[in-house]
């Protein structure tokens, strides 16, 4: 598919450069575009935090009120309407939505049951989808209402989830690819244990293929020998979270190859400011012309 920059001349040069970054979570994404925004020029859009806000912002709060409705005093303060309960999600803190989609697994230890747990998958899905989708209308927004000419869109890591990067008329490829170029981020060999060492201290909201959590879930019952009311919420997740790298690394590599370019991690780590950034990525499109 024709990227909307052919050369990194063409990025260098032009008046609005846009941008969709991609990979596995706690890979650089957001730094990356923490980075970028820093500099002043680059509008920064957090799809997780569009999740989080725009499509699943109510699941969110009503949840926090059915948990505050267990206290009696809470109970009769939210009644009355004399106390307010939000979230407090912010582009670093994605917490809220996180714990909202929550791990299956013994409730004693905060676990859904596993049919509540595929619910939620499916509107988180919903909402991934339509927060990607939202893209273009904030590109002209960040223009018209804020001057930005530089765009950066923070795709959350379940992307490769919810698109097929065989298909040319892909409804979210297609679109973003339009109207910015798709950067991935690419996981080195070897990096599975810093990426789930990362998961389970910070873990960021994560969606499964419906067939793909079927099999890990009657798999992880199967080797265990548990009953799903007796999982530990925590090691399932951890278990799922380390198949799916294996799982996306493909899914990521032919999104870059059909749709984008790609970035090394070491790369972007090695970044220090917008500057760097942006040349990183012109870099990124003379290696992706030399090779095509």
């Known amino acids: 598919m024709k990227r909307i920059y052919d050369s990194p001349h063409a990025f260098r040069a032009a008046p609005h450069k846009r941008i969709s970054v991609f990979g596995m979570s706690g890979l650089g994404k957001t730094r990356l575009a923490s980075l970028l925004r820093a500099g002043g020029a680059w509008f920064h859009y957090s799809v997780d935090y ?18 505050a409705m267990q206290m009696p005093l809470l109970a009769d303060l939210l009644r009355s309407d004399s106390i307010y309960i939000g979230s407090n999600i912010t582009f670093g ?40 989708l939202d893209t273009g209308p904030f590109i002209r927004r960040a223009e018209e209402l804020y001057g930005y000419a530089n765009f950066i869109c923070d795709t959350g890591g ?17 679109a973003l690819s339009a109207q910015t ?76 190859q059909n749709w984008g370019v790609a970035v090394t991690a070491a790369a972007v780590e090695a970044v220090r400011d917008g500057p760097d950034a942006e040349e990183m990525i012109a870099a990124a499109l003379g290696s992706a012309r030399q090779t095509a």
């Open 93 to 132: 803190n994605l917490a809220p939505l996180s714990t909202y989609l929550g791990k299956p697994g013994n409730p004693a230890k905060g676990g859904l049951p596993f049919a509540e747990y595929k619910r939620r998958q499916a509107l988180h899905r919903r909402a991934e989808v339509n927060a990607l």
């Open 158 to 174: 379940s992307i490769c989830e919810v698109v097929d990067p065989s298909d040319p008329a892909d409804e979210v490829l297609a």
């Open 181 to 256: 170029l798709m950067v991935w981020i690419e996981s080195p060999e070897g990096h599975d244990a810093e990426l789930i060492r990362r998961f389970k201290a910070d873990p960021k909201p994560i969606y499964y293929q419906p067939e793909m959590l079927d099999a890990l879930w009657s798999g992880y019952l199967d080797e265990t020998g548990l009953h799903e009311d007796a999982v530990d919420p925590d090691a399932f997740a951890v278990h799922a979270f380390a198949k799916v790298i294996h799982h996306r690394a493909p899914l990521y590599r032919a999104m870059a």
């Open 50 to 67: 569009r999740i989080g806000t725009a499509y699943m912002g109510e699941h969110i709060t009503d949840n926090l009120k059915k948990q």
